[in-house]
């Protein structure tokens, strides 16, 4: 007699149990073209964007810290911004930080809001945080 078990994803062989970690994809990335349009860097880092947004609209995203998190190289994270920044999908703000390491004690660190069809629902860049 055969008996099926569901196990966890990850190969570790624990029970399965239903995660609550889970974000929608919107339909619009299929409707308004953007499957054709963006390319795989782009893609990539709007999925990252959507699963970091979806707790909160404005996240950061460190290219030499983070990639290694989501397995994509550095200059991959990086081309796949500046492709939704280019696309008019990603607002960045930087911002100035303190950091004892760093030449002048500050570095600047970048935050991302996803905008248009991606964007968290009631959020968009304030008129202050516009770049010149």
Same mark, same amino acid.
């Given at each position: 007699?055969?008996?099926? =078990?569901?196990?966890?994803?990850?190969?570790? %062989?624990?029970?399965?149990?239903?995660?609550? *970690?889970?974000?929608?994809?919107?339909?619009? =990335?299929?409707?308004? %073209?953007?499957?054709?349009?963006?390319?795989?860097?782009?893609?990539?880092?709007?999925?990252?964007?959507?699963?970091?947004?979806?707790?909160?609209?404005?996240?950061?995203?460190?290219?030499?810290?983070?990639?290694?998190?989501?397995?994509?190289?550095?200059?991959?994270?990086?081309? %796949?911004?500046?492709?939704?920044?280019?696309?008019?999908?990603?607002?960045?703000?930087?911002?100035?930080?303190?950091?004892?390491?760093?030449?002048?004690?500050?570095?600047?660190?970048?935050?991302?809001?996803?905008?248009?069809? =991606?964007?968290?629902?009631?959020?968009?860049?304030?008129?202050?945080?516009?770049? *010149?």
């Amino acid at each position: 007699m055969v008996r099926a =078990f569901l196990l966890q994803e990850d190969g570790t %062989g624990a029970e399965y149990e239903r995660s609550r *970690d889970f974000f929608y994809f919107p339909f619009d =990335f299929f409707r308004q %073209g953007w499957h054709t349009k963006l390319g795989l860097a782009g893609t990539s880092v709007l999925l990252i964007g959507l699963y970091r947004s979806r707790r909160q609209p404005w996240f950061q995203l460190r290219t030499e810290s983070q990639s290694a998190w989501y397995d994509i190289s550095p200059d991959t994270l990086q081309r %796949g911004l500046d492709e939704l920044r280019d696309a008019e999908l990603l607002h960045i703000h930087p911002r100035r930080v303190r950091d004892n390491k760093a030449r002048f004690g500050t570095t600047t660190v970048n935050e991302y809001l996803l905008l248009g069809s =991606f964007a968290t629902p009631g959020t968009r860049p304030s008129s202050d945080l516009e770049e *010149d």
